[in-house]
């Protein structure tokens, strides 16, 4: 009924005090959310971006071989035939990229340490120059024959400059010890946690530290034009390589190089596919978004129940002052669910108003500090993976939220407004002023 | 012609007791009380503070229920019906005019006047201002229709009221100290108002303890200690008062 909303609307302005503050408060939590969603977006963005520049695909089509029961080698054999039918299954590819996989030591002069040794054909691979900040060298020199690429962290442990020798030490894939010398060919900037302990060389020194012979590679890595897909398009390519005659191994959350020391207990030999997502082959980036969504959604909620209480508080006071109005109604024939919908109009109107110039004010924030290119502090540049603030202002997203916080204000006004309800209508005969 | 539906009486009580438990005691506002209200009548409820001349009203206001005998409105049992049904025929058959006015406030006075009839969803628009803008009249405030009752004085307050309750033709129109909250001046003209209103047809049933306006009623119901202690027409109230 319009009167109701008129009464509604009408109630709101003459308590402008009220209604302003609490409308306020509401505003600015729907700011706080749309700006939060938004710096998660632009992280999730930014950490997806790098990552998959750096490690894994969005999903990725690889698996080890094992010669013996107690070897694993990160590799598949023939990795051509496996291609065209990952290829052919799976829906919105996009491009693909082949890597070799490895897990090896660096040793240097004056120290050494683990790493994560990644076979890459430099000349296929256009977002890994783009996005990788080189300091010292030339990335495109990794396409020459016992290079290798490092992050600054690696370089500053092992004391290596452009031009220095690095070994690079393994087990073959049949067991001996190999080793081989890698020339320092590029540095570059740390991207996130884990650059501290990857490495980067060419397919070719790959297979050869292995003793791999050309069929094989590390892994496939598939990029998707929907990246949200990705945990579907894994669990589909696992069941259709499966009808294809591979072994395919059992889905675990971990990135490859915790799990040589699983496959390598395992009493099976041969090939096993492992089709794995983003989300596995970078467990530190899924913990950090599962950190920062976690504390997006607590705080959310310590700010949505304080909305609540203000406006259950308010509209306690609203039903207070206006008993006598409400008994009235009730007596000259009101029923008590057209008084809930009263006071629930009234909740409802002041939320959507103040949410939906909340969620407007926090689009122009997220603009506003984009443009503003904010420097994060140097802890969160790590762990972010980016520089600069960057928020991602996704409409789905800030609808969503203008929806839950108008949604859960108006529930919040149910309990007081089912009390004016409630009231009885010889209240308003209540002879006193 | 003797027994058409409009002569049957209005209200219709028999043997009410009201009682009122206020932890382990109990109140006793009505005892024994019977009593008709025929269409047409200018009946008053005269009696001292706390004689239970409210509590009667709201038994036939329907918006409280008897605690024994029984109370016919509009020819329905309100002891037996739910509250919603109670609602309805609060709505349908009866107006209020409280004490202090009771306007919605944040509405101005066509709106008020309006509310009633937008609860019983039966008029359109154009039905609607026609019946508003004639009740408006006929109560002397057309010209402060788009006026919020805070912007009027208590006497066209009570006239907003007045045509609140009389907007959708109710049987009976029922009134606790209607003029309490006025001046004398004020209050009579409202009296005034209500008997004119009587003479063109509508039912009134009102209470008061000031005897001046006790002398305007038809048909005056002495209230003592929750008991009718008389019946008596006004003249005869003025006699005994003298
Ligand atoms: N809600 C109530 N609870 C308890 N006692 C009540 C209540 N309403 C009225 N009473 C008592 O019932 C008696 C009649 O009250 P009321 O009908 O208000 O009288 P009046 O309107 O004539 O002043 C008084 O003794 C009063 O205290
Ligand atoms: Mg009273």
């Excluded at chain 1, 959310?33 to 992280?43: D, E, H, I, P």
């Excluded at chain 1, 949604?407 to 006193?432: C, D, K, N, Y």
């Excluded at chain 2, 509250?83 to 409280?98: C, P, Q, S, V, Y």
């Excluded at chain 2, 307050?157 to 209607?178: G, K, M, S, W």
Aim: aromatic share 6%; glycine share 8%.
């Amino acid at each position: 009924m319009f009167t109701l909303l008129q009464i509604a609307a009408r109630n709101l302005a003459r308590n402008r005090k009220r209604t302003l503050l609490l409308g306020g408060a509401i505003a600015i939590v729907t700011v706080l959310l749309v700006l939060l969603t938004a710096l998660f977006n632009g992280t999730q963005a930014s950490m997806l971006r790098n990552a998959t520049t750096l490690s894994t695909g969005h999903v990725n089509v690889a698996g080890f071989y094992k010669i013996t029961s107690g070897t694993a080698a990160p590799v598949v054999t023939n990795y051509k035939k496996l291609r065209e039918i990952v290829e052919k299954e799976t829906p919105g590819l996009q491009s693909v990229v082949v890597r070799g996989r490895g897990f090896g030591k660096l040793v240097s002069d004056v120290s050494s340490q683990m790493a994560v040794v990644s076979g890459i054909d430099i000349e296929q691979e256009a977002n890994f120059k783009n996005i990788l900040e080189i300091v010292h060298g030339d990335v495109t020199k990794l396409s020459e024959p016992h290079a290798i690429l490092i992050f600054e962290q690696t370089a500053e442990r092992l004391e290596l400059k452009i031009g220095d020798n690095v070994t690079l030490s393994s087990q073959t894939f049949r067991g001996a010890a190999n080793s081989i010398d890698c020339k320092v060919v590029a540095i570059a900037k740390p991207l996130g946690m884990f650059s501290s302990f990857f490495s980067y060389v060419p397919m070719t020194t790959l297979r050869e530290l292995y003793g791999f012979d050309p069929a094989t590679a590390g892994g496939i890595q598939l990029y998707l034009k929907d990246w949200e897909q990705a945990e579907a398009v894994a669990a589909r390519l696992r069941v259709e390589l499966v009808k294809s005659g591979y072994r395919v191994m059992d889905h675990t959350e971990k990135p490859y190089w915790q799990k040589f020391d699983i496959v390598k207990r395992e009493d099976w030999t041969g090939q096993k596919i492992d089709v794995t997502t983003w989300m596995d082959e970078d467990p530190f980036m899924r913990w950090t978004l599962v950190g920062f969504r976690a504390i997006i959604v607590i705080v959310f909620m310590v700010l949505l129940a304080i909305i609540i209480i203000g406006v259950m508080n308010t509209l306690w006071m609203a039903i207070r002052e206006r008993t006598r109005e409400v008994g009235a109604l009730r007596a000259i024939g009101m029923q008590r669910h057209t008084v809930l919908a009263m006071f629930v109009t009234e909740g409802a109107l002041l939320a959507l108003i103040s949410s939906t110039a909340g969620a407007i004010l926090g689009v122009l924030a997220a603009y506003g500090l984009n443009a503003a290119h904010l420097k994060m502090i140097k802890g969160f540049q790590m762990v972010l993976m980016s520089e600069t603030v960057t928020l991602l202002v996704n409409v789905p997203t800030v609808l969503l939220s203008l929806v839950v916080i108008a949604g859960v204000t108006t529930l919040g006004s149910i309990l007081p407004a089912w009390r004016a309800a409630r009231l009885q209508p010889v209240e308003a005969m209540h002879s006193s002023n | 012609m003797a027994t058409t539906p409009s002569s049957q009486p209005i209200v219709h009580l028999s043997n009410v007791d009201k009682d009122y438990k206020l932890g382990a005691v109990t109140v006793t506002a009505l005892r024994q009380v019977s009593l008709e209200i025929a269409p047409g009548e200018f009946t008053v409820i005269a009696g001292p503070s706390g004689s239970g001349k409210t509590t009667l009203l709201n038994l036939i206001g329907c918006v409280d229920v008897a605690t024994r005998g029984q109370v016919i409105v509009a020819g329905q049992d309100t002891g037996k019906l739910a509250e919603g049904d109670l609602t309805r025929l609060r709505l349908n058959a009866l107006g209020f005019i409280f004490q202090s006015f009771n306007l919605v406030g944040v509405l101005d006075a066509f709106q008020n006047v309006e509310f009633p009839l937008l609860l019983q969803k039966k008029m359109n628009a154009a039905q609607r201002k026609e019946r508003v803008m004639d009740l408006l009249n006929r109560v002397g405030i057309a010209e402060y229709a788009h006026h919020r009752p805070g912007e009027l004085s208590g006497g066209q307050r009570q006239r907003v009221a007045i045509a609140r309750a009389l907007v959708t033709l109710p049987r009976i129109v029922l009134a606790d100290e209607p003029t309490a909250n006025l001046d004398s001046v004020t209050g009579n003209q409202i009296l005034d108002l209500m008997q004119e209103l009587n003479r063109e047809g509508t039912t009134f049933l009102f209470s008061t303890h000031d005897p001046k306006v006790v002398s305007r009623a038809g048909r005056v119901v002495r209230l003592v200690d929750g008991r009718i202690v008389a019946e008596e027409t006004a003249e005869q109230y003025q006699t005994r008062q003298a």
